[in-house]
């Protein structure tokens, strides 16, 4: 069984510019997490998806932070303009969506590093 | 919101012995499951073990076990017989029940090194 695919897995910008990360979660995963991983920290939830909607979204920055998940499969995390505070690594998971028994699982996450 | 404390920033196991990682949390739920993930310099979290508060039991896997007491919101990982490839981060989490509750609250990482 294939994993949580994330790319890219390093990327270097300058800030203003803008970034998008993409994410494939397992195949028939209902449920998507972004998180967001400073340097040193636990993750924190950025937005969850239920299939192709955002169920809760009350963590991202939406001035500047946007996501898609079209069709309810693939998704797209994108910052704009990126900011020297956003460098972290993004995480994407991925879950059945089965309440109490789902577990989450990981993709290997995207180090941004904004310059 | 609920809080999740790992004091110990680092941690070091000579390789064979048994370490203990600490973490406490904050909730005023009854039912609830907490979660060790090990994330590896690769990055990927990795579930190594979960528990269900409303199972008095503490749960095992292989080398992995926990200590949970549950009137202390108090919620250790045991690892016994340490391997090289157990060093990483660790972190305990936290979720509560319920279909519309599936978001994990993380500590802030214990890194645990292992000497051979």
């Known amino acids: 069984e294939a994993g949580v695919v994330q790319s890219p897995r390093y990327k270097i910008i300058e800030k203003k510019q803008p970034v998008a990360f993409w994410c494939n979660p397992i195949s028939g995963h209902n449920t998507l997490y972004w998180y967001r991983q400073n340097l040193g920290q636990g993750p924190e939830l950025l937005i969850r998806?239920?299939?192709?909607?955002?169920?809760?979204d009350s963590q991202l920055p939406k001035d500047r932070f946007s996501a898609e998940r079209l069709k309810g499969v693939d998704s797209t995390l994108k910052i704009q303009p990126a900011e020297l505070g956003d460098s972290a690594v993004y995480l994407c998971?991925?879950?059945?969506?089965?309440?109490?028994?789902?577990?989450?699982?990981f993709g290997p996450g995207t180090r941004l590093t904004v310059t | 919101a609920q809080t999740v404390t790992q004091s110990q920033p680092e941690m070091s196991v000579q390789e064979a012995e048994t370490v203990t990682l600490s973490c406490t949390y904050d909730?005023?739920?009854?039912?609830?499951?907490l979660f060790w993930y090990k994330q590896p310099p690769s990055r990927q979290m990795i579930l190594v073990i979960r528990?269900?508060?409303?199972?008095?039991q503490n749960a095992t896997e292989n080398r992995f076990s926990v200590n949970f007491q549950k009137a202390a919101k108090s919620f250790s990982l045991k690892i016994s017989d340490s391997q090289l490839g157990d060093a990483a981060m660790y972190f305990c989490a936290y979720r509560s029940p319920g279909s519309g509750a599936n978001n994990l609250f993380f500590g802030t990482g214990t890194r645990l090194t292992v000497i051979p």
């Open positions: 528990q269900e508060a409303y199972k008095q």
């Open positions: 909730t005023s739920e009854s039912d609830y499951y």
């Open positions: 998806y239920e299939n192709e909607e955002a169920v809760d």
């Open positions: 998971a991925s879950s059945p969506g089965i309440a109490g028994v789902s577990e989450q699982y």
